[in-house]
Nanobody, 125 residues
């Protein structure tokens, strides 16, 4: 079992950028694909993207391609979510998650076994 902890959330103006981090202490970090999800106020949690075990491949929700980038550093047990050109509709709690799958099959919550508690991102207009 691994424990995940997100950081980097906050308030940013529309058009700005923010980078979220997720740490997962332990020696098994590289055994997992790492995903990001978000839950906007009053909405269900939705898939943002996932990075493969080695970090050489990524897969994103179509609506977020080009603005969001996921990367990881296995030496530091960190995964990142770089968010650019943020919009008010990006306001949400962002969660990182760890699981065994990568690609389209990893675009659902059930594909992930471990979750962080989330970090709030607020985008003001």
């Amino acid at each position: 079992q691994i424990q995940l902890a997100e950081s980097g959330g906050g308030t940013v103006q529309a058009g700005g950028s923010l980078r979220l981090s997720c740490t997962a202490p332990g020696r098994t970090f590289s055994n997992y694909a790492m995903g990001w999800f978000r839950r906007a106020p009053g909405k269900r949690r939705e898939f943002v993207g996932v990075v493969s075990w080695s970090g050489d491949s990524t897969y994103y929700a179509d609506s977020l391609k080009g603005r969001f980038t996921i990367s990881r550093d296995n030496a530091k047990n960190l995964v990142y979510l770089q968010m650019n050109n943020l919009k008010p509709e990006d306001t949400a709690v962002y969660y990182c998650a760890a699981g065994p799958y990568f690609g389209p099959s990893a675009s659902v919550e059930g594909a992930f076994h471990y979750w962080g508690e989330g970090t709030l991102v607020t985008v003001s207009s």
